[in-house]
């Protein structure tokens, strides 16, 4: 008897273990779970360098028009400095504006052999691409 039952015991055993051998090659739900993270985390990680590479693109955008700015404000510098230097020429009744190298006078001067003046010492300072001379004789 006690051969029996263990024979009983022996194939029960063995059908829980091929049973459970089975189900192993079955995808679980924390299997099917695993996968869709690591889709997730794939795609997330895509998105990130796309939106990285994006913010990289508009920050050497900005970049470059402060570097305009910049530019702008020296030769605006340079060219007041300029101007004061000159014997003759009233810096206070004089203005000057730069965008993007293009210098704008204006005021208003004794002469036109001064208006002509202020504005070859402008076009004479390194970055200027153009003078517009907006200056009027008293």
Not at 2 to 9: A, D, G, P, Q, R
């Amino acid at each position: 008897m006690k051969v029996k039952e263990n024979f009983t015991l022996i194939g029960i055993s063995s059908m829980l273990l091929v049973f459970g051998l089975t189900a192993c090659d079955k995808p679980g739900p924390a299997e099917t779970a695993g996968k869709k993270i690591d889709q997730m985390s794939g795609e997330a990680s895509k998105r990130i360098d796309e939106a990285t590479d994006e913010i990289g693109k508009k920050l050497g955008e900005q970049g470059e028009k402060a570097s305009v700015t910049i530019d702008d404000a020296e030769i605006t510098t340079k060219v007041k400095a300029g101007i004061f230097a000159e014997p003759g020429l009233k810096t206070l009744q004089i203005g000057v504006d730069t965008i993007k190298g293009v210098v704008t006078l204006s005021g208003s001067v004794d002469s036109w052999p001064s208006s002509d003046r202020a504005k070859a010492l402008a076009g004479a300072v390194a970055g200027v691409k153009e003078v517009k001379n907006l200056l009027v004789t008293k």
